[in-house]
């Protein structure tokens, strides 16, 4: 009879929580399987937006607890916060955090799945706290909604991305750099915030200017796309500012770029460099950064034990959640693979961008594009269609806990390569 492997998984937000319940779909009872994460539910941050903008308090709707899919499984959570890992030994060092005062723990693994995210440097921006918005949680989701409903007095807006830096290592596959660390976010937001203005009588499309670190906004939608995008957000009135470098900090009336300019703006939103988190900066299995070197595979080439999903893997450019559920879906089946001992080819990550963006007015549009990558797929398209499926989406993901059906991807695709505009 085979040794049970042990399985630890770092982190439970969307990755995690999907590489946990793949692996166990994949493994059965082959594997313990556990999950650590600082909190006990999911943000679900895609639809925030919407919430701000119908005046809902998206701590109401936007987290739900997921223990119960986990523990339907077999699987054990732990809430604790990871504070170290020792590859050469295979122990994880963690302390709970239910209450203060804990002493730290430590477990040992058979298999290491990392799919702890990353750090969102707002602390690096100065100014931010005091002049920033943004949407990359309840908490900043409900500040937005509270300025926009009560103190918003119609002046200009800007919305873009501090520098993101990359991480490097001649162990990773070939891959594009990125400038942002994914501005799809901007892009909808413009779209979906201008309705809003809009429908409020405060505004339009030509109260809101873009920015962005690159020589181009959303570069990872390729040239076709962008062809496409790029002359309808000039038409509608919105400003468009590049280039910026990064940011150097926030006034109360404005933004200061690192190129030396500035842009005025009343209410500044913005998407900020993303991070590994500091523990994981030095260890042996990451990039120059902090980011976890795998292969296509999602695996690390000196410790093969170690895998990486979601925002914390360094092939994972831009940090864009379609891209981390094809990892869980890999990753899941190669540790299966192992374990099991069968024989089944595993194909590499197609890194690919596909997306679901709300334009306001229940209107959305859908991104499927490999250009970027060096691939042939340029596909946009606006409607209802994608709405619905950006709407759909959250709820069969809180529905099923992560565990999306083998058709739900494809399904996705190509309804959404179909919609009529």
Known sequence: MKETKKILVLGCNFAGLTVSRYL????????????????????????????????????????FPFQ??????????????????????????????????????????????IAIGCKLAFDEIEGFAEFGHTFSDTFYGNKVRNYLHNEYKGGHIAIGSDRFIQGQSPKLPKMPTALAACEGPTVELAFSLADWLEKHKKGNAKNITLFTPGEVIAEDAGERILGELLPMVSGMGYGY????????????????????????AEMKIIFPNWEPHSFMKGLPFVDDQGFVVTDLHMRNPDYPEIFAVGDAAAVTIPKLGSLGHTECEIASKVIAKDILGNTEEIKPLHQMVICFGDLGNQKGFYMHTDEWYGGNTSILKMGYTPYILKMGFKTMYETLGGKIPSWGMPISEIVGDHTII
Not at 30 to 58: G, S
Not at 77 to 82: D, H, K, L, P, Y
Not at 251 to 261: H, L, S
């Open 24 to 63: 166990h779909k994949e493994l059965e009872k082959a594997a313990e399987i556990t999950v650590i994460d600082r909190k006990n539910y999911i943000n679900f941050i895609p639809n925030i937006p919407i919430e701000v903008f119908n005046n809902h308090n998206p701590e109401d709707t936007m987290e």
């Open 68 to 113: 119960k899919h986990l523990k339907s499984d077999g699987s054990s959570f732990i809430q604790a916060e990871v504070e170290n890992i020792d590859a050469d030994n295979k122990t994880v060092y963690f302390t709970p955090n239910e209450r203060e005062g804990s002493a730290q723990e430590s477990m040992t693994y058979d298999y290491l799945v």
């Open 241 to 264: 500012k590049k280039g910026t470098v990064g940011i150097k900090r926030l006034t109360k009336d404005a933004i200061e770029f690192k190129d030396g300019t500035s842009l005025e």
